[in-house]
């Protein structure tokens, strides 16, 4: 088969998984928004009861603006929570904030990956910037050399996002044992938050995805200009 047509298959499946997984996210969050936990508990409440039952009473919870820009951020110890969690009785407002606080939690009990992933983090940011650089330029000058330290930048980002995983899927199972523990939801609205989660997770694997598959049109490339 022609490289040429590899390549563009690379680019245009790489687009289609990336798309797949935002729409699913973006169809269970719109579904379950929707969708009221029965004890009228808000993300920030559930939050709240999460940090306390582990002993993370130091943690603040914030809102901050945006749709779906919660995070946890280890150096000011803080919960961040979006305008649609925040203050929101929903399913989907529960299984976010929790989420988020399963990141609180792997921090406290100094979780290996979380360590790796934090770590990793200025290199990544490096990576990012001058792996496109170097592709972009190597492409366009047909430097190949170039191309090849595109592919190293490459796959440090795709190593960081492997670290992201676990990471991802760890607090997302600490999210949901704490839910169950502690009875914000109800066993029915429990199986909500869990697709919720499973489905935020999928982001992740489509990022491994991308970038595993930009990886291999990279190295296509590069045979294909050897072979000219």
């Given at each position: 088969?022609?490289?040429?047509?590899?390549?563009?298959?690379c680019?245009?499946?790489?687009?289609?998984?990336?798309?797949?997984?935002?729409?699913?996210?973006?169809?269970?969050?719109?579904?379950?928004?929707?969708?009221?936990?029965?004890?009228?508990?808000?993300?920030?409440?559930?939050?709240?009861?999460?940090?306390?039952?582990?002993?993370l009473?130091n943690?603040?919870?914030?809102?901050?603006?945006?749709?779906?820009?919660?995070n946890y951020?280890?150096?000011?110890?803080?919960?961040?929570?979006s305008e649609?969690?925040?203050?929101?009785?929903?399913?989907?407002?529960?299984?976010?904030?929790?989420?988020e606080?399963?990141?609180?939690?792997?921090?406290?009990?100094?979780?290996l990956?979380?360590?790796i992933?934090?770590?990793?983090?200025?290199?990544?940011?490096?990576?990012?910037?001058?792996?496109?650089f170097?592709?972009?330029?190597g492409?366009?000058?047909?430097?190949?050399?170039?191309?090849?330290?595109?592919?190293?930048?490459?796959?440090?980002?795709?190593?960081f996002?492997?670290?992201?995983?676990?990471?991802e899927f760890?607090?997302?199972?600490?999210?949901l044992?704490?839910i169950?523990?502690?009875?914000?939801?109800?066993?029915?609205?429990?199986?909500?938050?869990?697709k919720?989660?499973?489905?935020a997770a999928?982001?992740?694997?489509?990022?491994v995805?991308?970038?595993?598959?930009?990886?291999?049109?990279?190295l296509?490339?590069?045979?294909?200009?050897?072979?000219?």
């Amino acid at each position: 088969m022609d490289y040429y047509v590899l390549e563009w298959g690379c680019i245009i499946l790489a687009l289609v998984i990336s798309l797949f997984a935002q729409f699913y996210i973006n169809h269970n969050y719109k579904k379950y928004s929707k969708k009221y936990n029965t004890n009228a508990t808000t993300g920030s409440e559930a939050a709240r009861k999460i940090l306390d039952a582990n002993g993370l009473q130091n943690v603040v919870i914030n809102a901050v603006r945006g749709k779906l820009t919660d995070n946890y951020n280890p150096k000011n110890k803080t919960v961040n929570l979006s305008e649609g969690i925040y203050d929101k009785d929903s399913i989907a407002a529960v299984a976010v904030a929790a989420h988020e606080c399963g990141h609180a939690i792997q921090d406290k009990n100094g979780y290996l990956f979380l360590k790796i992933r934090r770590t990793m983090i200025p290199l990544v940011n490096f990576a990012s910037y001058a792996g496109y650089f170097a592709v972009v330029i190597g492409l366009f000058m047909s430097m190949i050399g170039l191309i090849r330290i595109g592919i190293a930048m490459e796959l440090i980002i795709l190593i960081f996002q492997l670290v992201t995983l676990p990471v991802e899927f760890n607090a997302s199972n600490r999210a949901l044992k704490q839910i169950k523990e502690l009875g914000i939801l109800t066993p029915d609205e429990y199986k909500g938050g869990r697709k919720m989660l499973v489905s935020a997770a999928l982001t992740y694997v489509a990022g491994v995805a991308s970038a595993v598959l930009q990886i291999v049109r990279l190295l296509l490339i590069i045979n294909s200009r050897r072979r000219d």
